[in-house]
């Protein structure tokens, strides 16, 4: 994958002493193989970091019509929503769902009522994911609601079933079980953020 470049003073924190964990998914195969998958992580000292982009996350724990049950046969909508408890500008998103997820549409309303639309997917592809970063940052104020909105395909009649006969799905870490998440990435709003562009290049 190609390397993510911060605006100036913004940046990822790797503790000391960290663990990096990979999640490694694989597809079927008749044959045995072997894992040559690595790594590379560059540090560019010339972004004197000061702002650490943090994540949160909407999950099936903020979801307004749950519990996260995809019946046999039925298409449900999920709609989650999390709440801006501080004034941030946020830099990414990254919605993510598995194989019979058909669409994703995720927006804020600031207070007074002002809809900012965040991203729309509105054919999911579980092989085409990943983080979105905004051309510029966006400025949401304290007590805004980021809403996430998730549909979920589990009849026959979707080519993307891994069942057949469908079967009901619930939360799991394997493909063929669903999730509900919406990572989204910020830094504490600071004065002129709103003018920030992220850069579009993207070196490997």
Known sequence: AAAKYFPANIGKQLPA?????????????SLPELDSSSINIFY????QVTRLEQIAQISPLNLMNGPFVIPANQVRTF????RVPSEVSLLSIFPHSHLIGT?????????????????NIPQWDFNWQGF???????????????????TYDNRASN??????????ITWGEGTTDEMYLCYLGYVPYQAGDENIALSSEDRT
């Open 79 to 82: 709609r989650g929503r999390f």
């Open 17 to 29: 002493g960290a663990d990096v964990l990979v999640q490694m998914h694989y597809a079927p195969s």
């Open 132 to 150: 979105y970063y905004f051309p510029r940052l966006i400025r949401l104020p304290a007590n805004t609601w980021i809403y996430a909105e998730a």
């Open 159 to 168: 080519p993307n079933n891994p069942n057949n006969p469908p079967q009901q």
């Open 44 to 47: 560019d000292r010339s972004n």
């Open 103 to 119: 669409d994703w549409k995720v927006y804020a309303v600031r207070p007074g009522n002002d809809t900012v639309n965040l991203i």
